[in-house]
């Protein structure tokens, strides 16, 4: 039973990695798709300093807040 579950889990997951899915001339423009879309959020994770918000520092309320004078006075 848990061998058959775990066999389709990696067949599904096979057939999405290598877009099976769809027919064989449309797989290279879905390879361009999946990887601009990939791209553009790794370039707005890195632009809007995404993992600053899975830290404790109190330099990330500054990434959105207006505050500068307020953290500077505070830093020293």
């Known amino acids: 039973m848990a061998g058959n579950v775990l066999?389709?889990?990696c067949g599904l997951l096979g057939?999405?990695?290598t877009l099976?899915?769809?027919p064989a001339p449309w797989r290279g423009a879905g390879f361009l798709a999946v990887g601009i879309v990939l791209?553009?959020?790794a370039f707005v994770f890195h632009v809007s300093r995404a993992a600053s918000y899975l830290s404790d520092d109190p330099e990330t309320c500054?990434?959105?807040h207006v505050m500068g004078p307020?953290?500077?006075t505070w830093q020293h």
């Open 70 to 72: 307020q953290y500077l």
């Open 7 to 9: 066999r389709s889990l």
């Open 62 to 64: 500054a990434n959105c």
């Open 20 to 22: 099976r899915f769809l």
């Open 39 to 41: 791209g553009l959020a």
């Open 15 to 17: 057939a999405l990695v």
